[in-house]
C-alpha cells in the first residue's frame, strides 16, 4: 500500500498543499514549525479519523476557516483509490471514496492503513492505561475496519449506563436504577465483543514486541505484553489465550473463536457488575468493564512502567509500534509507515534497527529537522517544506 497523491486544505497550518508521493521511501525536510508533521498526520488522519497528537479536531482546522479537507489517493495491490474527509468540529465529518459520498466517514477505515512512529509514543509506556488502551483499539481497527463499530458501541452504552447510574444515586433514581439490568446486560455484551478482540490482538501482538525489543535493545532484559482486566475471571481467561496460538484471520474478523471468548467474557462480566452494583449505584460510575483493563508490560520480571529507563522506555515504545507493523505485515495488511521527528530522540543502534525494519515497507513517509537525522539506509525522494511550501520530491 502507498499514498500516491496528498491534498490538504484548511489543515493546520496549511491553506492548500498538494504532494505527490512513490513507493519507497519519502523524507519531509524542514525546521521546527514549517508543517512537515501537519503533512504526515494528515495521511494518519485518513487511516484512523484520528490525530496522534491531539484527542480533539478542532485544532486541526486552520485559524479562521469553518472545515478542513483531506484527500489521498491511495493504491493497494494495483486497485487505486481516492478518499477524502471534510472535518467539521463539533459536526460529523463528511467523507467521499472516489467522489461519492459515504454514509459514515468511519466507512473509509481500511483503505488507507498506517503504523505511525511519534514522539508523543513515549506515552505507550509512561501514560496511563488509557494511552496502551488506545493503541490497542487503533491496532485493531487497522486489522479489521469493523472494530471501529464495536468500539463505538461499547462507548454509546457505557455513556448512557453511567448516566443511569448517577440519576440511580439521587431519590428520583429508583426508575433509573430499575433500568439498569437491561444496560447491565447491554454493558457486557458490547464490552465482552471488545475485550476478546483485545485478548486475541494481544496474543498475537506479544511475540512481534519481544523479538522487536530484542532486536533494538539486545543488551536489556526481555519484554513481555500481556492483557489485563481487574475482573478476575477474565484475567483468567486472558492468560490462557496469551499462552495458547495466535489467533487467525477468521478470529480478526469475528470468527468462531473469537465468539467463543466472548460469551465466557460476557458471562464473567454480568457476574462481576452484579456484585458491585451498589458500589457502583454509591460513586456513580461503571466500575466494570474493558474502559478500565490495562495492556501490561514488563521488563524481565517485573512491570515496565516506574522501572524502564528513558532508553528502556523508547525501545518498549518503539518495539510496540514495529509490533505492530510485523503482525499487519503477517496477516497480508501492507501499512504506511509514518516516523513522525523520531530519528533524533534514538541513540545510533535504535535509529539503525528502526531504519532496517523502515526500509522493508513498501512505503516509508519520514519528517525530519535536518538531513543528517535521518540514516542513510533511507536515502528517497526529498521535499524541503519551508514558509508554507513545499519542493518537487527529489531523489537523496
Not at 462507548?155 to 448512557?160: A, C, I, N, P, S
Request: charged fraction near 25%; include cysteine; proline fraction near 4%.
Amino acid at each position: 500500500m502507498y499514498v500516491r497523491e496528498l491534498s490538504v486544505t484548511d489543515f493546520r497550518s496549511w491553506a492548500q498543499a498538494d504532494l505527490t508521493f512513490a513507493p519507497g521511501v519519502s523524507v519531509l525536510v524542514g525546521a521546527n514549525g514549517q508543517g512537515k508533521t501537519n503533512l504526515v498526520e494528515a495521511v494518519g488522519y485518513l487511516a484512523t479519523l484520528g490525530s496522534h497528537r491531539v484527542s480533539s479536531d478542532a485544532p486541526l482546522v486552520r485559524r479562521g476557516a469553518a472545515t478542513a479537507q483531506v484527500r489521498a489517493t491511495v493504491v493497494n495491490g494495483g486497485r487505486e483509490l481516492t478518499v477524502q474527509v471534510e472535518i467539521q468540529p463539533g459536526k460529523a465529518n463528511r467523507a467521499r471514496v472516489n467522489r461519492s459520498p459515504v454514509p459514515r466517514a468511519r466507512e473509509i477505515l481500511g483503505i488507507v492503513r498506517t503504523v505511525v512512529f511519534a514522539p508523543e509514543d513515549l506515552a505507550l509506556v509512561r501514560g496511563d492505561p488509557g494511552e496502551r488502551r488506545g493503541f490497542l483499539d487503533e491496532l485493531l481497527v487497522a486489522r479489521a475496519p469493523r472494530w471501529a463499530g464495536v468500539r463505538a458501541d461499547y462507548d454509546k452504552v457505557l455513556r448512557q449506563r453511567s448516566a443511569l447510574l448517577k440519576s440511580a444515586r439521587s431519590a428520583r433514581g429508583a426508575r433509573e436504577a430499575g433500568t439498569l439490568e437491561v444496560w447491565d446486560a447491554h454493558l457486557a455484551r458490547a464490552g465482552a465483543a471488545l475485550t476478546a478482540g483485545r485478548i486475541q490482538l494481544t496474543a498475537a501482538l506479544a511475540p512481534h514486541v519481544t523479538a522487536a525489543y530484542a532486536a533494538v535493545a539486545p543488551e536489556s532484559v526481555p519484554v513481555g505484553a500481556r492483557y489485563r482486566s481487574r475482573v478476575a475471571a477474565v484475567d483468567e481467561l486472558a492468560g490462557t489465550a496469551a499462552a495458547g496460538d495466535p489467533p487467525g484471520q477468521d478470529d480478526v474478523t469475528g470468527g468462531a473463536a473469537h465468539a467463543a471468548l466472548a460469551a465466557e467474557v460476557e458471562v464473567a462480566l454480568l457476574e462481576e457488575i452484579g456484585r458491585r452494583r451498589d458500589q457502583e449505584i454509591e460513586r456513580g460510575v461503571c466500575l466494570v468493564g474493558p474502559h478500565r483493563d490495562e495492556l501490561e508490560l514488563s521488563l524481565g520480571e517485573g512491570p515496565a512502567k516506574g522501572y524502564a529507563s528513558h532508553g528502556e522506555s523508547w525501545a518498549l515504545a518503539l518495539a510496540l509500534r514495529l509490533g505492530g507493523f510485523e503482525l499487519l505485515r503477517e496477516e497480508g495488511s501492507e501499512p504506511i509507515l509514518v516516523l513522525d521527528d523520531v530519528f533524533a530522540e534514538l541513540d545510533a543502534r535504535r535509529r539503525d534497527a528502526l531504519a532496517r525494519t523502515a526500509a522493508r515497507a513498501e512505503q516509508v513517509l519520514v519528517t525530519a529537522a535536518v538531513d543528517d537525522d535521518v540514516p542513510s539506509v533511507l536515502s528517497g525522494a526529498r521535499y524541503v517544506i519551508d514558509a508554507g511550501t513545499v519542493s518537487d520530491g527529489v531523489a537523496s
